[in-house]
T-cell receptor
Framework: AQTVTQSQPEMSVQEAETVTLSCTYD???????LFWYKQPPSRQMILVIR??????QNATENRFSVNFQKAAKSFSLKISDSQLGDAAMYFC??????????FGGGTRLMVKP | NAGVTQTPKFRVLKTGQSMTLLCAQD?????MYWYRQDPGMGLRLIHY???????AKGEVPDGYNVSRLKKQNFLLGLESAAPSQTSVYFC??????????????FGPGTRLTVL
């Protein structure tokens, strides 16, 4: 079974600054994907970024990038130029061979104007 | 293209009552999933389906049943609701595992309260 740990229950960042959210996981899978989902107060789950575990290059989507360390089983999310709309819960989730996601407990990100 | 839709959005039940949550997707995805999210926690998988007519148990299946009679629909049933089933329920769909689009797409959620 997979386990996912997000060690930061809450994080705060000043608008326009950079913040990094941490995620570590444990898996026996050799090939898998990793995802960061954002959940704003509307509770809709929104995909932020995804990473294929077999790729060494870190994924980037506009202001969002990841630092993927496969050997360490670490998958952190960096948000640059933080905006008020980035305030939300963020969940890290690896999948398995059956494409089932295991979610971490989440990190609540607050953005200060 | 509506993506993933869920019916209803809110529901209040009394202990022992039954209900069915409906999930529909228009993306022709093979895989569909039901998750629950309790306050302050991440989502946990209840049941999933890898294709029409097939279902399987996830992490927390007790007290729930599912059916996938049509590819586009995935139903979650509670036969005898209990207060411990008070939660927000999310449906998701995704393409075949291992394919180029392994992303799961989520519905808006159903908030269920069991009194």
């Amino acid at each position: 079974a997979q386990t996912v740990t997000q060690s930061q229950p809450e994080m705060s960042v000043q608008e326009a600054e950079t913040v990094t959210l941490s995620c570590t996981y444990d898996t026996s899978e050799s090939d898998y994907y990793l995802f960061w989902y954002k959940q704003p107060p509307s509770r809709q789950m929104i995909l932020v970024i995804r990473q294929e575990a077999y790729k060494q290059q870190n994924a980037t989507e506009n202001r969002f990038s990841v630092n993927f360390q496969k050997a360490a089983k670490s998958f952190s999310l960096k948000i640059s130029d933080s905006q008020l709309g980035d305030a939300a819960m963020y969940f890290c989730a690896p999948n398995n061979a059956g494409n089932m996601l295991t979610f971490g407990g989440g990190t609540r990100l607050m953005v200060k104007p | 293209n509506a993506g993933v839709t869920q019916t209803p959005k809110f529901r209040v039940l009394k202990t022992g009552q039954s209900m069915t949550l409906l999930c529909a997707q228009d993306m022709n995805h093979e895989y569909m999933y039901w998750y629950r999210q309790d306050p302050g926690m991440g989502l946990r998988l209840i049941h999933y389906s890898v294709g029409e007519g097939t279902t399987a148990k996830g992490e927390v299946p007790d007290g729930y049943n599912v059916s996938r009679l049509k590819k586009q629909n995935f139903l979650l049933g509670l036969e005898s609701a209990a207060p411990s089933q008070t939660s927000v329920y999310f449906c998701a769909s995704g393409a075949l595992a291992g394919g180029p689009t392994d992303t799961q797409y989520f519905g808006p959620g159903t908030r269920l309260t069991v009194l």
